[in-house]
Protein backbone atom coordinates (compact mmCIF):
# COMPACT_ATOMS: atom_id res chain seq x y z
CA UNK A 1 0.00 0.00 0.00
CA UNK A 2 1.27 3.15 -0.62
CA UNK A 3 -0.28 6.74 -0.14
CA UNK A 4 1.23 9.68 -1.64
CA UNK A 5 0.17 13.15 0.03
CA UNK A 6 0.63 16.26 -2.41
CA UNK A 7 -0.43 19.80 -2.12
CA UNK A 8 1.16 21.33 0.80
CA UNK A 9 2.44 24.46 0.40
CA UNK A 10 3.05 28.61 2.01
CA UNK A 11 -0.22 29.98 1.96
CA UNK A 12 -1.09 33.38 3.71
CA UNK A 13 -3.78 33.57 6.47
CA UNK A 14 -7.10 33.37 5.08
CA UNK A 15 -6.21 31.70 1.72
CA UNK A 16 -6.55 28.30 0.69
CA UNK A 17 -4.50 25.04 -0.58
CA UNK A 18 -6.05 21.76 -1.66
CA UNK A 19 -4.33 18.39 -0.51
CA UNK A 20 -3.64 15.37 -2.64
CA UNK A 21 -3.70 11.48 -1.16
CA UNK A 22 -3.29 9.70 -4.25
CA UNK A 23 -3.43 5.64 -3.11
CA UNK A 24 -1.89 2.34 -5.22
CA UNK A 25 -1.96 -1.06 -4.15
CA UNK A 26 -5.30 -1.25 -3.01
CA UNK A 27 -8.79 -1.50 -3.81
CA UNK A 28 -9.46 2.31 -3.42
CA UNK A 29 -13.03 1.96 -2.94
CA UNK A 30 -12.84 -0.65 -0.27
CA UNK A 31 -11.24 1.99 2.15
CA UNK A 32 -11.78 5.08 4.08
CA UNK A 33 -9.76 7.71 4.09
CA UNK A 34 -8.51 9.96 6.25
CA UNK A 35 -6.28 13.19 7.24
CA UNK A 36 -4.17 14.35 10.55
CA UNK A 37 -2.06 16.71 10.94
CA UNK A 38 1.33 17.32 13.69
CA UNK A 39 2.52 20.75 14.62
CA UNK A 40 5.53 21.48 16.23
CA UNK A 41 5.28 21.05 20.04
CA UNK A 42 1.21 20.08 19.74
CA UNK A 43 -0.44 16.57 20.04
CA UNK A 44 -1.68 15.08 16.65
CA UNK A 45 -4.52 15.76 15.78
CA UNK A 46 -7.24 14.17 13.73
CA UNK A 47 -8.79 16.77 11.53
CA UNK A 48 -11.33 15.06 8.33
CA UNK A 49 -11.93 11.26 7.64
CA UNK A 50 -14.16 10.20 4.10
CA UNK A 51 -16.45 6.65 4.36
CA UNK A 52 -15.30 4.88 1.05
CA UNK A 53 -18.91 5.61 -0.74
CA UNK A 54 -17.90 9.54 0.19
CA UNK A 55 -21.45 9.27 1.69
CA UNK A 56 -20.13 9.89 5.21
CA UNK A 57 -17.78 12.71 6.51
CA UNK A 58 -16.14 13.45 9.77
CA UNK A 59 -14.35 16.96 10.62
CA UNK A 60 -12.65 18.12 13.78
CA UNK A 61 -14.55 21.34 15.27
CA UNK A 62 -10.86 22.54 14.45
CA UNK A 63 -11.68 22.96 10.65
CA UNK A 64 -14.89 22.58 10.62
CA UNK A 65 -16.77 24.80 8.27
CA UNK A 66 -13.47 25.61 6.57
CA UNK A 67 -12.16 22.21 5.35
CA UNK A 68 -13.73 19.58 3.09
CA UNK A 69 -12.88 16.16 2.11
CA UNK A 70 -14.02 14.39 -0.79
CA UNK A 71 -12.83 11.65 -3.02
CA UNK A 72 -12.53 10.16 -6.33
CA UNK A 73 -12.98 6.50 -6.57
CA UNK A 74 -11.61 6.94 -10.40
CA UNK A 75 -8.56 8.44 -10.04
CA UNK A 76 -7.86 6.97 -6.44
CA UNK A 77 -7.33 10.13 -5.10
CA UNK A 78 -8.93 11.72 -1.75
CA UNK A 79 -8.71 15.56 -1.31
CA UNK A 80 -8.56 18.24 1.66
CA UNK A 81 -9.73 21.75 0.29
CA UNK A 82 -8.79 23.73 3.23
CA UNK A 83 -10.27 27.56 3.45
CA UNK A 84 -9.88 30.21 5.18
CA UNK A 85 -6.47 29.46 6.54
CA UNK A 86 -4.98 30.10 10.10
CA UNK A 87 -2.04 30.08 11.52
CA UNK A 88 -3.09 27.34 13.98
CA UNK A 89 -3.41 24.98 10.62
CA UNK A 90 0.31 25.03 9.86
CA UNK A 91 1.43 21.42 10.70
CA UNK A 92 2.85 18.21 8.40
CA UNK A 93 -1.06 16.86 6.92
CA UNK A 94 -0.92 13.26 7.04
CA UNK A 95 -3.42 10.92 4.98
CA UNK A 96 -4.14 7.40 6.46
CA UNK A 97 -6.22 4.63 4.70
CA UNK A 98 -8.23 1.51 6.16
CA UNK A 99 -10.26 -1.20 5.11
CA UNK A 100 -13.96 -0.37 5.83
CA UNK A 101 -15.89 -3.49 5.30
CA UNK A 102 -19.11 -1.46 4.65
CA UNK A 103 -19.92 1.67 2.87
CA UNK A 104 -20.61 3.58 5.76
CA UNK A 105 -17.99 2.84 7.81
CA UNK A 106 -16.09 5.69 8.89
CA UNK A 107 -12.90 6.01 11.52
CA UNK A 108 -12.12 8.89 13.28
CA UNK A 109 -8.94 7.97 15.11
CA UNK A 110 -5.22 8.11 14.10
CA UNK A 111 -5.58 4.40 15.71
CA UNK A 112 -7.95 2.84 13.49
CA UNK A 113 -5.50 3.21 10.57
CA UNK A 114 -3.08 0.64 9.23
CA UNK A 115 -1.22 2.68 6.33
CA UNK A 116 0.06 6.52 6.23
CA UNK A 117 1.35 8.22 3.78
CA UNK A 118 4.61 10.41 4.22
CA UNK A 119 3.37 14.29 4.87
CA UNK A 120 3.10 17.36 3.14
CA UNK A 121 4.42 20.81 4.89
CA UNK A 122 1.13 23.31 4.83
CA UNK A 123 2.75 26.78 6.62
CA UNK A 124 0.27 29.67 7.41
CA UNK A 125 3.10 32.44 8.82
CA UNK A 126 0.56 34.49 11.99
Known amino acids: VQLQASGGGLVQAGGSLRLSCAAS????????IGWSRQAPGKEREFVAA????????HYADSVKGRFTISRDNAKNTVYLQMNSLKPEDTAVYYC????????????????????WGQGTQVTVPA
Open 96 to 115: AADVAPWRTLLKVSDSEYDY
Open 25 to 32: GITFDDYV
Open 50 to 57: ISWSGGRL
